[in-house]
């Protein structure tokens, strides 16, 4: 039961900033800003989610579940970790194709955790 609140509110969490606050945040700020929101909101977004993620490993009754969440929970600590520096040098260095390169990998492993969170909803109903 834990398990299925703890992966809804995972799945607002992503929804919610995918939907409603990147797309505000760089309609809304100016570059300068929208950028430097972005650089400080992301590190903290997947250390949060990575940490429930962990927590859903010791919660999720069967063995696909623990297995599907442990690749999500690495996942997390790979982009925070990883992918968000390497991302932000490129940017940084005006590498627009490497930047696009691996902000794309970030945004499929995101979709790829959404994905996973839902169906490991829908098992668990």
């Known amino acids: 039961m834990i398990t299925s609140y703890l992966l809804s509110g995972m799945v607002g969490i992503m929804l919610f900033f995918t939907v409603v606050v990147a797309p505000t945040v760089f309609k809304v700020l100016p570059v300068e800003w929208s950028s430097k929101y972005v650089r400080n909101f992301f590190p903290k977004y997947y250390a949060c989610l990575g940490l429930i993620t962990t927590v859903c490993i010791f919660t999720v009754p069967d063995g696909v579940g623990k297995s599907l969440l442990a690749i999500c929970a690495l996942l997390f600590a790979f982009t925070l970790f990883y992918l968000t520096g390497k991302i932000n040098e490129a940017k940084d260095q005006g590498q627009n ?3 696009h390169i ?3 990998a970030s945004v499929v492993i995101n979709l790829f955790q959404l994905i996973t969170f839902i169906y490991l909803l829908v ?3």
Request: charged share 35%; no cysteine.
């Open 97 to 99: 194709r490497r930047f």
């Open 102 to 104: 691996l902000h794309g």
């Open 123 to 125: 098992k668990l109903s």
